[in-house]
């Protein structure tokens, strides 16, 4: 990196060093906004910290990296005098070993660190002393840390792809992938890595298809509708009350002689003494809503919050357009699921990379609208889990509640949010696929004589063999997040698959999922006091 010239460099570290320091800020709120404060402990919040950092990492290097190779070439498509073959090379190791090394220490909390917290909180009890949580956590943990050893066993020996796309077909994203990490296919500690990750990104692109996209579509929606009238939400209340007390009533004079209750009855009336506790209870929550600053506040800010609103669901439509294109370009135009269905070239516009394009020369324009989206996906993937609550198989496990959130449910939903961070890497060369690889640079068959034609930006079919007259890879040069995700659909083609079938499953949810918040009613003014044993009946989560 030390080659770099000092604009470039600052242009490096400057914007790398806020976003780190804005993710650990972002993490430390995460884990204290939602920890629930009787159950507050350091190694808690430090191991959440961690995890979410670390995520946040390998996004923070996406616009850096696509800075560093946008700074190599001057307008006209010519490489700067700085720029030589040895300095590119420096600068593509340098980050292709950060990648690495962030994706190492993604594996070791995902395998080894995130999983023994969890059990240890998991075999939590008063009678129980902490040798006996730890040793209780490590018959479970050391299950993990199998897994991660297959996995990585596994990536260093399978047989990966050495064959080449046919002549009728293309190389385009491939070329510098093979260019820059040939070596990695006969260093099978590396490919062991890459294959390791790769599962948990296919992990991380599944959560992504339920949560970011069901977050992506209730954020907007419910800032446009705000919440319930604290007095009309009050009136249902009474209404279930007295509906409550006369089915009461009823089954009191039923059995006014004495005569014993059959078994449906007692379940009822068990269920009717359920509901009047949770009645009480939202009774108490929405007196102390209706009378506490909160409440003026909301109504404050509600022109803000519908503007707001409405930002982010014309970001969310941008988003999900993006991706359509890309994907239905992907199906048409790619290469085939032997390859990943790597696109070789765009023929549908992308709107999202378009917009980069056009302000990267304005930068650091550019590098806020990616920041601006990377927040985006991130913020809705959290409001998604706490929507939705952790599931499996529809049955929910846990509920995301601010400050009453359990120590378990903090880690599982850390694990989820980290592997969706880790998984926006891709969504990202899907959403602007020719900035996210090639930044601004340019080309021209003539960019190194003296004449004055126009260089054309670079693109996927820079490496086309139709195309090798006018433009030689070594004219464009790849960003190494771009060559690490083709290098991964491309050797172990199922990787690309599993994600081209995840980004489907992102659209079709969203939509479906924008349907459901648009039907149903205004979010209750005590959504968000509601306690995490709250849920734990389905009765009380409909009342909820």
């Not at 240890?120 to 949580?133: A, F, I």
Request: aromatic share 12%; with cysteine.
């Amino acid at each position: 990196m030390s080659s770099l010239p000092p604009e470039t460099l600052t242009g490096v570290w400057l914007p790398l060093i806020a976003v780190a320091a804005l993710a650990i800020l972002f993490s430390i709120i995460y884990a204290r906004y939602y920890q629930r404060r009787r159950d507050a402990e350091c190694s808690t919040t430090v191991v959440i910290v961690v995890s979410l950092t670390v995520s946040l990492l390998t996004l923070a290097f996406i616009p850096v990296d696509i800075f560093t190779v946008s700074s190599f070439k001057t307008s006209n498509g010519t490489f700067k005098s700085w720029a030589t073959n040895v300095s590119r090379e420096v600068v593509h190791d340098a980050f292709l070993y950060s990648y690495y090394t962030i994706y190492g220490l993604v594996m070791a909390m995902s395998f080894l660190v995130l999983p023994f917290m969890y059990f240890y909180y998991e075999e939590g009890d008063e009678d129980t002393t902490t040798g006996q949580r730890i040793c209780s956590a490590l018959k479970y943990w050391i299950v993990f840390v199998i897994v991660g050893a297959v996995l990585m066993i596994i990536g260093a020996f399978v047989p990966w792809a050495t064959g080449e796309p046919s002549s009728n077909s293309s190389k385009s994203a491939l070329d510098e992938a093979e260019l820059f990490l040939g070596s990695l296919k006969a260093n099978g500690g590396q490919n062991a890595v890459s294959f390791t990750i790769s599962v948990l990104v296919l992990i991380g692109m599944i959560c992504l298809a339920f949560y970011t996209s069901v977050g992506m579509a209730a954020l907007p929606v419910d800032l446009i509708r705000g919440y319930r009238n604290v007095s009309s939400e009050t009136e249902e209340l009474v209404k279930w009350k007295k509906r409550n007390a006369s089915q009461s009533d009823n089954m009191k004079t039923r059995y006014a002689d004495g005569k014993n209750m059959t078994k449906k009855d007692r379940r009822s009336r068990e269920y009717l003494e359920t509901q009047n506790r949770i009645l009480r209870r939202r009774e108490r929550k929405l007196r102390a809503v209706s009378t506490g600053w909160m409440q003026k506040c909301q109504t404050c800010l509600r022109p803000l919050s519908i503007a707001i609103g409405i930002v982010l669901f014309l970001l969310a439509l941008l988003v999900f357009l993006s991706l359509l294109l890309n994907n239905i370009d992907r199906t048409v135009n790619g290469l085939g699921y032997h390859y990943g269905f790597l696109l070789k070239e765009a023929h549908l516009p992308n709107p999202i990379g378009k917009l980069l394009l056009l302000t990267q020369p304005f930068f650091p324009l550019d590098y806020i609208i990616m920041v601006v989206v990377i927040v985006f996906l991130v913020v809705v993937t959290i409001y998604g889990l706490r929507r939705i609550g952790i599931r499996c198989f529809c049955m929910v496990l846990y509920r995301i509640r601010p400050h009453q959130t359990v120590p378990q449910a903090l880690m599982f939903s850390s694990f989820i949010v980290m592997l969706v961070v880790l998984s926006l890497g891709v969504l990202l060369t899907s959403l602007a696929p020719d900035y996210v690889r090639y930044g601004n640079q340019k080309y021209n068959t003539n960019c190194y004589s003296n004449s004055n034609n126009t260089c054309t930006p670079c693109s996927g079919h820079c490496s086309l063999k139709e195309q090798a007259s006018l433009c030689d890879s070594t004219q464009c040069v790849q960003t190494r997040i771009a060559a690490l995700i083709s290098h991964f659909c491309y050797k172990m083609w199922f990787f690309g698959v599993g994600y081209y079938a995840c980004e489907w499953a992102f659209l079709g949810v969203y939509l479906l999922a924008l349907v459901v918040v648009l039907c149903k009613k205004s979010r209750s003014n005590i959504h968000d006091h509601v306690n995490s044993s709250d849920s734990e009946s389905s009765g009380e989560e409909t009342l909820l």
